[in-house]
């Protein structure tokens, strides 16, 4: 079986090429194709000469991606359905706002973590996404910002199907890919990585310096509540999720932005606003409250205003940055929470 050229270094391109009588150059000509023009086949790699090509070929295959569904929301959100080389299947949304174009990808086919509020979560993880596979929906993503609205892609978000800090090694070097030089060029700052919250892969993002931003699906700040909803409360306590939250800040001095689905008369009181506020005034940080978005099948619905609305208040009248993120493209299930590969 062919090996995937995107899944090896520099390095070995170049240790390939040279072994087959190429000239040094043409390996950082095949990197130059494959991470900064995007390109998915050898046959487009024109300043390479035709026998170069061919022996690139014999030795290794591009496992792009491919757009398998689009749709688009009456709110202009476009949701594609991606098909990975294996014909497994992945999702991703176009967000646009007035002074943001979003990126919001997944990072694994599949989740394992279960949380019960969420369509992705009722599908079992079948295997994490490659770093090319990553980096492939950003491109396509992209290019749909420029197709449909004449507009660059500004930011990205790791909010699709998976969790990121379970698949850790791809999603990094994947932001590497779209970020350093040799690839895309994007700021890192454009990018947020959320988690449910492992506390040990916290702490590694902090020893490594990766200057991204994090975002933490917090979602209940007792632990009995938490735990209830979110499985993974059970081996990351809050205790140990504010410690880890700490060492970050204390590491990469950069705010925490905390998520937070209001699910009717599960989290939504003000018993729950004094629990998260207590959770959140360690470190500088922000509060995204979001609507929650119906999911077939599942019984849980969105917070009345009037309670939405105080528990804002509640939240604010103590010194937090508070916003509500409303849902987009819930009508074709591209919202939070809902991503699920449904036709």
């Known amino acids: 079986m062919k090996k995937d050229i995107r899944e090896i270094s520099l390095d070995e391109i170049k240790d390939y090429c040279i072994s087959n009588g190429m000239k040094k150059y043409v390996s950082s000509q095949v990197y130059s194709w494959l991470w900064k023009k995007s390109c998915v086949s050898f046959d487009d790699m024109t300043n390479l000469s035709l026998s170069n090509r061919e022996l690139l070929n014999e030795k290794f295959t591009i496992n792009s991606i491919s757009t398998d569904l689009v749709e688009e929301s009456s709110d202009g959100t476009i949701k594609s359905r991606f098909l990975l080389h294996d014909s497994n299947l992945v999702e991703g949304v176009l967000i646009p706002q007035n002074k943001r174009m979003t990126a919001c990808i997944s990072s694994q086919v599949g989740c394992s973590l279960s949380c019960v509020f969420c369509a992705t979560g009722k599908i079992d993880r079948i295997r994490n996404l490659s770093s090319a596979e990553i980096y492939d ?31 850790y090694k791809n999603v990094v070097r994947a932001i590497h890919y779209l970020t350093s030089e040799e690839g895309l060029n994007m700021s890192s700052r454009r990018i947020t990585l959320s988690t449910s919250g492992i506390s040990k892969m916290i702490r590694k993002i902090a020893d490594d310096g990766l200057k991204v931003n994090l975002a933490l699906s917090l979602h209940a700040a007792s632990e009995k509540k938490r735990n209830s909803i979110m499985p993974i409360g059970e081996s990351n306590s809050l205790a140990e999720l504010r410690d880890s939250l700490k060492y970050y800040f204390s590491k990469i001095k950069k705010k925490i932005t905390y998520e937070y689905i209001l699910l009717k008369d599960i989290n939504d009181g003000l018993e729950d606003a004094k629990d998260l506020y207590n959770f959140t005034k360690h470190v500088p940080s922000k509060v995204n409250l979001i609507e929650y978005n119906l999911v077939d099948g599942l019984d849980y619905d969105k917070s009345s205003v009037e309670k939405v609305n105080l528990f804002m208040e509640y939240l604010e009248r103590r010194g937090l940055n508070v916003g509500i993120r409303r849902s987009r493209g819930e009508d074709i299930n591209a919202a939070c929470g809902q991503l699920a590969n449904k036709n």
């Open 137 to 167: 929906q950003v491109v396509l993503i992209a290019n749909q910002a420029i197709e449909k609205y004449d507009r660059p892609l500004s930011n990205i978000v790791f909010m699709g199907m998976g969790e990121p800090l379970l698949n």
